[in-house]
């Protein structure tokens, strides 16, 4: 259905698909929509707005709004505030794209390395950009070279290691329980069609939930850490 879009875009930049009638993998696909969906849901809240008479999604929106900010401020501390916009965009967009596969023919395309890869990827440009932004360079690269300058040269290829496997580390905990998630509920949806499978959509919406509330969690506390303030 987007191979007619895709083939468009690619042809504006001068690129020739391998394949005109699938320009674009499916774990792209799905990001579109899940894109698509989040504009529409957002334009829609815009819309409804209202101080006297709030609807059921601008009451959702709000709650979800309330509880990213709320595990921000415990975990960021008093100065969490610029931050929960990107929190709340992440958390919405991961869990979309987890969700997204319990439709029939859809998948998840978080359950593709890649994506995920992505995801991390973004988040750690964007807690050391804030750190940086926050501190300074010099005065954030010191937290690297440890409190004691005579350990600098070990600390410092430690910390990088470490830093760059937060990277890894997301990656991998996202794409491993999605592409499970998925591996089950296809097993037990060709072994028996009715019934039982429903219990597995429930534990992946469950997975779902859980993978984009501990990534986004993740991303407050390597943020909490850039952006803290030394007393």
């Given at each position: 259905?987007?191979?007619?879009?895709?083939?468009?875009?690619?042809?504006a930049v001068h690129a020739q698909p391998a394949n005109p009638e699938a320009p674009i993998t499916n774990a792209v696909a799905m990001q579109v929509l899940v894109l698509l969906i989040m504009f529409l849901l957002f334009v829609l809240v815009r819309m409804r707005l209202s101080v006297d008479r709030p609807g059921g999604l601008q009451h959702m929106f709000e709650g979800l709004h309330g509880f990213i900010d709320g595990q921000s401020k415990e975990i960021i501390g008093h100065h969490h505030e610029p931050?929960?916009?990107?929190?709340?965009?992440l958390f919405s967009y991961v869990l979309l794209c987890n969700l997204i596969g319990v439709i029939p023919g859809f998948e998840s395309p978080t359950a593709t390395p890649a994506v995920p890869l992505?995801?991390?990827?973004?988040?750690?440009?964007?807690?050391?950009?804030?750190?940086?932004?926050?501190?300074?360079p010099l005065t954030y690269a010191k937290h690297f070279?440890?409190?004691?300058?005579?350990?600098?040269p070990l600390m410092i290829p430690i910390e990088t290691v470490s830093h760059l496997a937060r990277v890894m580390s997301l990656t991998i905990r996202l794409f491993a329980n999605m592409f499970a998630g998925d591996m089950v509920t296809l097993v037990f949806f060709s072994l028996v069609p009715l019934g039982v499978p429903v219990l597995f959509l429930g534990l992946h919406i469950g997975v779902s939930l859980l993978q984009a509330y501990i990534f986004a969690l993740l991303t407050m506390v390597y943020l909490a850490g850039a952006v803290a303030e030394e007393h």
């Open positions: 259905m987007l191979a007619g879009p895709a083939n468009a875009v690619l042809s931050y929960t916009a990107f929190l709340v965009a992505g995801l991390a990827i973004c988040a750690f440009f964007y807690y050391n950009g804030k750190g940086i932004q926050k501190q300074g070279a440890g409190p004691m300058p005579a350990l600098a």
